[in-house]
């Protein structure tokens, strides 16, 4: 089955970096976009970043020019470089994929930029 296991957040200073990274079992990963999506509190999921089979990327506009996904194909992972961290930035990250007609997401994990 699809499982999606984030891990890499934690607490960073507003102008901070921190490198998220998604481990991603259970399909065929090269085949498939991979998406973050972030949750602050109160507010609704927004899409934050994708990136597909081959490669294209697509992000939001606040996190352009910050923020930047790549993937590994070889190891089935998807990661998202955070720099110049906001406060705005704090929120829970989740992983993502759609296959066979359904959202598919990780656990997620915390990102707090705060001084």
């Known amino acids: 089955q699809v499982q999606l296991v984030e891990s890499g957040g934690g607490l960073v200073q507003p102008g901070g970096s921190l490198r998220l990274s998604c481990a991603a079992s259970?399909?065929?990963?090269?085949?498939?976009?991979m998406r973050w999506y972030r949750q602050a509190p109160g507010k609704e999921r927004e899409l934050v970043a994708g990136?597909?089979?081959?490669?294209?990327?697509n992000y939001v506009d606040s996190v352009k020019g910050r923020f930047t996904i790549s993937r590994d194909n070889a190891k089935n992972m998807v990661n998202l470089q955070m720099n110049g961290l906001k406060p705005d930035d704090t929120a829970v990250y989740y992983c993502?994929?759609?296959?066979?007609?359904?959202?598919?997401w990780g656990q997620g994990t915390q990102v707090t930029v705060s001084s």
């Open positions: 993502n994929t759609w296959k066979n007609s359904r959202d598919y």
């Open positions: 259970g399909f065929a990963f090269s085949v498939y976009a």
């Open positions: 990136i597909s089979g081959t490669g294209s990327t």
